[in-house]
């Protein structure tokens, strides 16, 4: 039975694959461990199969013999087999679940490498927690399924073959019968083995969509109870625990159903066994030892017979999770170094986008044919209604996209022909929505230059205007900040994420609605820190406050994926009948120019 799974492992060229793949990225590493717990599995195979063995020593040289020195020499032989099988077994557990913990770490921080590696694009399409619960069980299905590989050809294989020469050996005619029940629980156990691959593949995305519903609930729990969704969101994951609940009941029926068969085809050959021996025994006198000696060893034999009866299908749910996380480690990040890529040369920091076109779905371009002037040490202001293109254009200076066509270009370097590590390093970003991160306040001031002094990372914070509530924070600089800086604010947290550009000191600043958090006060104060820390750096900013727009150096009106007007506040408003003209008179939130000074100047 165990040669017919490995049989059909071996010819099915997917799994034949995977299983190679799994084997050449870790038994080499593990090679001298490896052979430590094989080299124990072999010694529980041999003294499981000599304890069946020396059976026939008890019966014919102690009880018909009625020696009683041999029983003690007897009685110490299988105390020492057994204590031997016992040690065995020990080191066979600990060695296999230390390579597990290992491998799953492993992994663990592989599978985190590359997702750093992946593109916005990639997590644009994928919901964050469903990914991270699936990567989980992913993992540790190659645990399993090396462990489950090792465990059932070196322990149980061999026990199985051990004992059957144990049968062999005692009566070559009862072995032959008793074997006879494999090639049918063969044929039953191939039949389930096609299902459990969907079905294995369902569970996995199953568990991870429950999981992924209480993350993100407990992520958004403040608008959740703000519109009063408890009942809803109550009622969707208990459809989604029922779902996986059957799920997960589907395939343990899978499994279970091989059990009826192979006790019953077991029982069919032990009580065979039982029956034609007995007769031997009683009609022809054969030997009572040899007899005992072998329906022990196929009562032993029973277990791992089981075991390799169900191995494929135990082994095809772990291949899934195999398969699963190798598509996600062979996805190609969609912006990527070109091979003779260097890294970017900075003298000026100018930023030109030529002839731009970009869209995030074929046929609907986000910007058709965008060229817009950065200069050198300026600011520059886009403005317009949402939708139109803005913080996309932000995206692509990063690079976390690359246009359909048309160029970016800084310094006289296409940005499509440098390191994108490079590129980053040299720009200082600041979202519309901050985002901190798990460790301390000082730790995500510091994010993006970890080498900063405590001196630095103060003064950051002091011209952020950040500082006073830091100082009166329990902890001050180490304080903990929570899960997505839920401690704070959203003024707070902004003003956090600033600093944390400040700190960064690059030559090119992205800001994204940056003060769009804050109060008036705290934004009048913000903004002298941040005209302090434009000044000599190309800025290029996303606003709709006037009082963000009305300094900036050039101003760039974004319509339905197009430059529809450039200049300075004061030129872009004498045009009466211009877009900016108009969203400044219209003043509202909905990508319109708001105009704040006006309570700054009775404020």
């Known amino acids: 039975m165990s040669i017919e799974n490995i049989k059909q492992v071996a010819s099915d060229p997917q799994s034949r694959a995977v299983v190679r793949r799994v084997f050449e990225e870790n038994f080499a590493s593990y090679r001298g461990s490896y052979a430590l717990a094989i080299l124990c599995m072999v010694i529980v195979a041999g003294t499981t199969s000599y304890s069946a063995y020396i059976i026939k020593d008890v019966v014919n040289e102690v009880f018909d013999k009625k020696n009683l020195a041999m029983a003690w020499v007897v009685a110490a032989i299988i105390l020492g087999v057994f204590m031997t099988k016992g040690i065995a077994g020990f080191g066979q557990e600990v060695l296999l679940n230390r ?57 149980d294989f061999l026990t199985l073959v051990g004992l059957i020469c144990v049968m062999i050996w005692q009566d070559p005619a009862m072995t032959l019968g008793s074997l006879v029940v494999m090639p049918p629980a063969a044929y039953v156990i191939s039949r389930y083995v096609k299902r459990m691959k969907k079905l294995s593949r369902q569970e996995v995305n199953l568990n991870a969509r429950v999981n992924s519903a209480m993350v993100e609930s407990a992520q958004g729990i403040s608008v959740l109870k703000a ?26 029926l899978v499994n279970a159903r091989t059990r009826p068969l192979t006790e019953t085809l077991g029982g069919i050959a032990i009580a065979g066994a ?27 034999a029973y277990d791992p017979a089981r075991r390799l009866a169900s191995f494929r299908v135990q082994f095809e749910k772990s291949l899934v999770n195999a398969r699963m996380l190798y598509e996600l480690l062979d996805t190609k990040p969609r912006q990527s170094d070109q091979p003779d890529a260097k890294d970017i040369a900075i003298s000026q920091a100018d930023i030109r986008l030529d002839n731009v076109v970009f869209s995030y779905k074929a046929g609907e371009n986000i910007l058709d044919g965008v060229s817009i002037h950065a200069r050198a040490g300026k600011t520059t202001a886009l403005v317009g209604p949402s939708g139109g293109g803005k913080t996309t254009i932000i995206n692509l200076i990063q690079r976390f996209h690359d246009p359909l066509s048309g160029t970016i270009v800084i310094d006289g370097q296409d940005i499509a022909t440098i390191t994108v590590a490079s590129l980053r390093k040299n720009i200082a970003y600041v979202s519309q929505q901050p985002v901190l991160f798990e460790g301390t306040v000082r730790e995500n001031i510091a994010f993006g230059r970890p080498e900063a002094s405590d001196e630095e ?20 600089y180490e304080t903990a900040v929570g899960e997505m800086g839920t401690n704070f604010s959203g003024g707070q947290r902004q003003r956090l994420s600033i600093a944390r550009a400040i700190l960064r000191n690059a030559p090119i600043l992205l800001l994204d609605e940056a003060t769009s958090a804050l109060d008036n006060e705290s934004e009048k104060l913000v903004q002298k820190a941040l005209d302090t820390l434009m000044k000599g750096r190309t800025t290029v900013v996303v606003a709709h406050r006037l009082s963000t727009i009305r300094n900036a150096d050039s101003i760039i009106v974004i319509d339905k994926g197009q430059v529809v007007e450039h200049g300075t506040h004061g030129s872009l408003m004498r045009k009466r009948n211009g877009l900016y003209s108009r969203l400044h008179n219209i003043g509202t939130d909905d990508g319109e120019i708001v105009d704040d000074t006006k309570a700054e100047a009775h404020g």
């Open 227 to 252: 519109f009063t969704m408890e009942d809803q969101m109550q009622v969707k994951v208990d459809k989604l625990v029922k779902s996986a609940e059957k799920q997960a009941n589907t395939i343990a």
């Open 457 to 476: 990372i103060e003064e950051a914070a002091r011209l952020a205007q950040a500082h006073d509530f830091i100082a009166a924070l329990p902890e001050g």
């Open 99 to 155: 390579i597990g913990n290992n491998i799953i770490a492993r992994y663990q921080s592989r599978v985190y490498s590359h997702m750093l590696q992946l593109g916005i694009g990639f997590y644009n399409d994928n919901r964050s927690a469903f990914l991270v619960s699936q990567i989980g069980q992913n993992i540790a299905g190659i645990k399993n399924l090396l462990n489950t590989m090792i465990t059932v050809v070196a322990r």
């Open 274 to 300: 039982v029956a034609f021996g007995g007769w031997r025994v009683i009609e022809l006198g054969a030997n009572q030892g040899a007899l005992l000696s072998f329906l022990v060893a196929a009562m032993l």
